[in-house]
T-cell receptor
Framework: NAGVTQTPKFQVLKTGQSMTLQCAQD?????MSWYRQDPGMGLRLIHY???????DQGEVPNGYNVSRSTTEDFPLRLLSAAPSQTSVYFC??????????????FGPGTRLLVL | AQTVTQSQPEMSVQEAETVTLSCTYD???????LFWYKQPPSRQMILVIR??????QNATENRFSVNFQKAAKSFSLKISDSQLGDTAMYFC????????????FGAGTRLTVKP
């Protein structure tokens, strides 16, 4: 199993450009999430999904869109990039059984720089 | 809203010694889960230990153990026999039991193990 994969590893954008960060998992996990990590602030939840066709907002959703058309993929879209979105982005997936969350598996991260 | 506070931005410990990292959280929930994650320089997020709030017994995983004080809303991590490979950022995280995937992280503690 490849686990959780993210592409690209690093991206530079100009203000106003759009792009999609890709995330895929091959563990058949129901739950997937996107986080951003900024210096001194830990990880903050952007959006999450509990299954195909179901998404919800996390702590910092503004400026980001998500969709979950398949169990495997959970792309994050920036419609109009802003310098404030410069960050490291992590995707994670997990399974939940009997109301107990199982381990969240994290991808390697995508570094995004918005000029 | 749930908040997680890690009051120690940086800590250091001598190899083979014991160190304790602090974490407090604020919630009105009665059922929830607490986690400690490790992030080495590779940026990969690794689950260290997990505690279920309804369990009174403190979780342990080899050299890692927690001191869970539910009334005080405190969740500290003790690392025994510290090793150089323990050098990393450590994040405390909170998840409600009745929420599917909304995990909140603290700002992190940078731990350095000195030879």
């Amino acid at each position: 199993n490849a686990g959780v994969t993210q592409t690209p590893k690093f991206q530079v954008l100009k203000t106003g450009q759009s792009m999609t960060l890709q995330c895929a998992q091959d563990m058949n996990h129901e739950y997937m999430s996107w986080y951003r990590q900024d210096p001194g602030m830990g990880l903050r939840l952007i959006h999450y999904s509990v299954g195909a066709g179901i998404t919800d907002q996390g702590e910092v959703p503004n400026g980001y869109n998500v969709s979950r058309s398949t169990t495997e993929d959970f792309p994050l879209r920036l419609l109009s990039a802003a310098p404030s979105q410069t960050s490291v982005y992590f995707c994670a997936s997990s399974r939940r059984r009997d109301r107990r969350p199982e381990t969240q598996y994290f991808g390697p991260g995508t570094r995004l720089l918005v000029l | 809203a749930q908040t997680v506070t890690q009051s120690q931005p940086e800590m250091s410990v001598q190899e083979a010694e014991t160190v304790t990292l602090s974490c407090t959280y604020d919630t009105s929930e009665n059922n929830y889960y607490l986690f400690w994650y490790k992030q080495p320089p590779s940026r990969q997020m690794i689950l260290v230990i997990r505690q279920e709030a309804y369990k009174q017994q403190n979780a342990t995983e080899n050299r890692f153990s927690v001191n869970f004080q539910k009334a005080a809303k405190s969740f500290s991590l003790k690392i025994s026999d510290s090793q150089l490979g323990d050098t990393a950022m450590y994040f405390c995280a909170f998840m409600r039991a009745n929420n599917n995937n909304d995990m909140r992280f603290g700002a992190g503690t940078r731990l350095t193990v000195k030879p």
